[in-house]
Every structure is written in C-alpha cells, then in structure tokens.
DNA sequence: GCCAACGTTGGC
DNA sequence: GCCAACGTTGGC
C-alpha cells in the first residue's frame, strides 16, 4: 500500500537542491536518531510519497516533493566514529538505526509553516502539533491531497 | 539567544 | 519502574 509521509531536513545540512543535484535526484537518508523516526523508515515502502520539508532555517516549510526509492537499510553514518551521526552502541550485526534512499520529484513554490497552520485542510497534521519534533511524520491521503492543492495556488500568506 | 516541549539517561 | 535532570529540537 502507498501511503504519504513529511520528512525534515536541515538545509544547511542537506537542501532539497542538493538532492536534485545527486544522481538520480537521490540520496540516503540518514541520522535519523529517534526510535519513532526509525520505525517509520522501516514502514516505508517504494513509491511511497514524501513531502519535502525545510526546517531549522529562515523559511521553515514544504518545498519540493519527493518519493521512497528503496527499502530500509542500516544507517551507514552509525557505523562511522568520524561521522556526527556515529552510535558507539550500534554492532554491524546487530545496527540500531536505518536509512532509506529518497528521490525528489520536484521542488514546489515554498508552502511555509505559518500557512500551513491557516489551512484548515492541514489541521489534523502531526507536524503541526503543539510541541511536535519528529522529523518523520505519517500524512495522511486527505492532507497529501490538500497540500499538493495548495501547492498550485499562490501564496495565501 | 530564548524557551516550550519532548526524549533519554541514570540514580534509586 | 519511577522520576528528576539533562539534552535536543525547532520556531521565533
């Protein structure tokens, strides 16, 4: 089954232009540090839909679409004392956290946060939760629709 | 830089 | 298993 997820990224760490610069406009997706996080990964599907979003940055919100072009893997970067990402706890036999290659489609007009919160169709949104800070969340078929509507107007705010 | 909110750690 | 302290996230 397809299903839809929002995914964050740092684009002082990785941009959505950097992934539409890779090969194949793809790129692993790793450092993931949150169990929540993870077990999502390891939900994920091919061909699954991925809003594209920028956060801890001038501009916070959705800016491209994406979509899951693999299946989850061991993070590599946990394996890697010289990597930030690097879990002195995590075995080759046995990893703790996983990756999984992502493939931007698209880049939209920026859909940012703060008209996210003015569309009632986005409402029910985990990502727009009071105090919410996973950097993968489940989106829903209605408010994957409802974005990608939003996303053909101009800008409302 | 501030701060709310949440996850993780570690003592007991 | 409880829970206080601490660390992190992320918007502003």
């Known amino acids: 089954m397809t299903r839809h997820w929002l995914m964050k990224a740092e684009p002082?760490?990785?941009?959505?232009?950097d992934f539409l610069a890779a090969p194949a406009q793809t790129l692993p997706w790793t450092g993931?540090?949150?169990f929540q996080a993870r077990n999502f990964i390891r939900e994920m599907s091919p061909g699954d839909g991925v809003l594209f979003y920028?956060?801890?940055c001038a501009q916070p919100g959705i800016v491209g679409i994406a979509e899951i072009?693999?299946?989850a893997e061991p993070d590599a970067t946990q394996f890697?004392?010289?990597?930030?990402?690097?879990?002195?706890k995590a075995r080759r036999e046995k990893p703790l956290w996983s990756q999984i290659a992502v493939r931007v489609v698209r880049k939209t007009r920026l859909l940012g946060l703060s008209e996210m919160r003015s569309a009632p169709?986005?409402?029910?949104?985990?990502?727009?939760?009071?105090?919410?800070?996973?950097?993968?969340t489940p989106v829903t078929d209605a408010e994957w629709r409802a974005v990608l509507t939003l996303l053909d107007r101009p800008p409302a705010v």
């Open 12 to 17: 002082a760490e990785e941009s959505v232009d």
């Open 121 to 136: 169709a986005l409402e029910s949104m985990i990502v727009l939760r009071r105090g919410n800070r996973l950097s993968i």
């Open 32 to 34: 993931v540090r949150n």
């Open 54 to 56: 920028h956060s801890s």
């Open 80 to 88: 890697d004392p010289a990597n930030k990402y690097h879990d002195s």
């Open 69 to 71: 072009a693999g299946r």
